[in-house]
């Protein structure tokens, strides 16, 4: 309850009772809005005990687990820290290691531009690490050669890749 208040006064909440057919409501009524925020909450807590980021106890007390505080601190998704949690182990090798990165959430939206293909591909013919059947068009196949180019200390030419480049350097610092 005390997180479905809080959200009554966000920008989302407002959003709500000025567009409820956005967000699938049937209606803009404080029933209807209530509903959805309550549902809203509890699918939140549900994956976020999943991921082992929040340990509910009593069925209302929510606590950090070691997971979502990393996560918290360094402003990481928590479907990454699930991906990070489940992947990683003691003798996970560089490629491994680089492959896990690149699946990140946060890499989600280093999108492919029509033509790019062909550049990444020639990025990853000349990178240390190959990777098993690339599909180009993948965002983390670009994030994969975005990295291993700037690893290598290997120059991007295009402006647009070397733009995307800065942007996956800086996410990849911080995870």
């Known amino acids: 309850q005390?997180?479905?208040?809080?959200?009554?006064?966000?920008?989302?909440?407002?959003?709500?009772?000025?567009?409820?057919?956005?967000y699938n409501l049937t209606g803009a009524s404080h029933r209807h809005l209530s509903d959805?925020?309550?549902?809203?909450?509890?699918?939140?807590v549900a994956?976020?005990?999943?991921?082992k980021c929040i340990l509910v106890e009593d069925g209302m007390?929510?606590?950090?687990?070691?997971?979502?505080?990393i996560a918290s601190y360094y402003y990481i998704s928590y479907t990454t820290m699930e991906i990070f949690a489940s992947s990683l182990a003691?003798?996970?090798k560089l490629k491994g290691l680089l492959e896990i990165l690149c699946n990140a959430s946060e890499f989600g939206d280093v999108m492919v531009r029509p033509g790019e293909e062909g550049q990444v591909q020639k990025i990853l013919a000349h990178s240390p690490i190959t990777l098993d059947?690339?599909?180009f068009s993948e965002?983390?196949?670009?994030?994969?050669a975005l990295l291993q180019a700037h690893f290598s200390r290997r120059p991007i030419?295009?402006?647009?890749?070397?733009?995307?480049q800065k942007a996956v350097v800086v996410k990849s610092t911080r995870m």
């Open 2 to 22: 005390d997180a479905v208040d809080y959200l009554t006064w966000t920008f989302m909440y407002r959003r709500l009772t000025q567009n409820p057919n956005y």
């Open 157 to 164: 030419k295009n402006a647009d890749l070397a733009a995307d």
């Open 90 to 92: 003691a003798k996970t």
């Open 36 to 44: 959805h925020m309550s549902d809203l909450v509890e699918n939140t």
């Open 133 to 135: 059947a690339p599909k």
């Open 61 to 69: 007390d929510l606590l950090p687990l070691n997971l979502g505080m």
């Open 47 to 51: 994956d976020l005990e999943a991921s």
């Open 139 to 144: 965002p983390s196949v670009k994030t994969n």
